[in-house]
Every structure is written in C-alpha cells, then in structure tokens.
C-alpha cells in the first residue's frame, strides 16, 4: 500500500503523542506524590534518560533506512531530535529550578568544578542549535552548511556519553549498553560511506584509465 500525505500526518501525529508519554507519565506520578522517595532525582533522571533515548533514536533512523532500503525512517529524523532536546531542557530545568533553586551562577559555578555537568552543559550547547535551525527554511538558508552544522549530532551523542558515563559512580551497565548502541549505529554509517568512496573510485577509475590510454595515443 502506497501511503499518502494525509496517512503519514496521522502517524506522525501518533509517533509524536507517543514521544510525549514519558513526559505525561512523569508529570502524573509528580502531581500525584509517586516519584518515589527522591521526586526531583526520579524527574531529573527520567528526563535525562529519556533525552538520551531520543538522541539514540533519532540517530538510529538512518542506519534503519540503510538497512532495510527504505526512506520512510528519515522523516521522523527531526522530531526525534527537536524530542531529545525538550527532554535534555526538562531535565536541566529541574536541575537548575528544583536542585540549585533557580541559580544560573550556581550551574556556571559548577560545571567547571564537576567534569560532568560541564559534559552536560556541552551536550546542550551542541543540541541548542541544531534545534534552532531543524525548520525547512533553515535548511534552505543554510545550504550545505547545515548538513554540516547538524553533523555535530554526533558530537552531541559522544559527550552526552562522556557525561553518563563520568556521572556513574559504581554500575556502568547502563552508559555501556548505550555505548555499544552508538557505536553499532556508527559502524554502519562508517561501512556504507566506506562503500560509497569505494564506488565513486570505481567509477571514476575506467575514465582516467581511457584518458590515460588517449593521451599516450597523442604522445605517440
Ligand atoms: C546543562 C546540561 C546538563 C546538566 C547540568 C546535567 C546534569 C546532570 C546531573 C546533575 C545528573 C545527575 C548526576 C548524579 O546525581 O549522579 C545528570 C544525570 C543524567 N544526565 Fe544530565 N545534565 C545535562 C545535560 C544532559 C543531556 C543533554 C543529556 C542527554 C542527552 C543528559 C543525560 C543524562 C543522563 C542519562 C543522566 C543519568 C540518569 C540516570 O542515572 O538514570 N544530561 N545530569
């Protein structure tokens, strides 16, 4: 079945309703006194945790295009990415408003002081403005600058790593199962850029032999 426009705006207004459940579900546990012993911890942790998923996510859809031959992955691209930035500015709102009671000067002051919260401040800095200009017209000014602007995604997902992995005092299963992901998401991306260098040579190779071969048949 071929999908028109009118099926892909109801599943992305699915996928975007689904996106916004984490957020839901820890705004209801909150009002409702169920976020455990430590409330603005569970808030602070969730929400990190989740702008971390939405960052593998939205990082994952192209390799899934790649492997499985098909575009469709890409157009939620976007969404997951403008996703893993409002749930890395919940989780450092709550962290700014709840745990350093609003001051700015405090989160300046610490970060220097604390490697991971300079990691995190990093993350968001990188996230900032990819967020900015994720719009189409953006994309248009751009050119294709913003294709390069937007590769600092990856940088984003490495020092969102490096701040996991520094915050985590004992247990690093967690940081290391998103590793691996990354890493794997990575690979693919590395192989199939590989290839295609491979196959521009290829390509270009019978012409410079022919050219090659012409111009000795001039010299002789
Ligand atoms: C200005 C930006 C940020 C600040 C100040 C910040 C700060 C923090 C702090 C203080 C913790 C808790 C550490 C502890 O008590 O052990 C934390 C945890 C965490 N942060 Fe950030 N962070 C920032 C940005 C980010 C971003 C952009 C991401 C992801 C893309 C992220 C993902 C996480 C994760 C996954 C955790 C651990 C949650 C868990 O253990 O379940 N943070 N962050």
Not at 18 to 42: H, K, R, W, Y
Not at 59 to 74: D, E, F, R
Request: glycine fraction near 4%.
């Amino acid at each position: 079945m071929r999908l028109n426009k009118q099926h892909w705006a109801v599943i992305k207004l699915l996928v975007f309703t689904l996106s916004l459940l984490p957020f839901f579900e820890l705004l209801f546990d909150g009002i409702n006194d169920q976020l455990g012993a430590n409330p603005i911890e569970t808030l602070h942790f969730g929400f990190g945790d989740w702008a971390l998923r939405f960052l593998c996510i939205g990082l994952a859809l192209t390799p899934i295009k790649i492997i499985a031959g098909q575009s469709w992955p890409v157009r939620f691209r976007r969404m997951m990415g403008l996703f893993a930035f409002f749930y890395a500015s919940l989780h450092l709102l709550v962290y700014v408003v709840l745990d350093l009671s609003l001051s700015w000067t405090a989160l300046i002051d610490e970060a220097p002081k604390s490697p991971y919260i300079l990691a995190g401040l990093v993350t968001y800095l990188l996230l900032l403005p990819l967020a900015l200009t994720s719009t189409q017209s953006m994309q248009k000014r751009f050119g294709r600058y913003w294709l390069v602007l937007h590769r600092l995604v990856y940088v984003a997902a490495i020092t969102a790593l490096v701040h996991y992995f520094w915050l985590v005092k004992k247990d690093y299963t967690q940081p290391l199962i998103y590793a691996a992901v990354m890493t794997m998401l990575l690979a693919v991306r590395i192989y199939k850029f590989y290839q295609k260098q491979m196959r521009r040579v290829k390509t270009r190779s019978p012409g410079l032999r022919q050219k090659k071969t012409t111009n000795n048949e001039i010299s002789r």
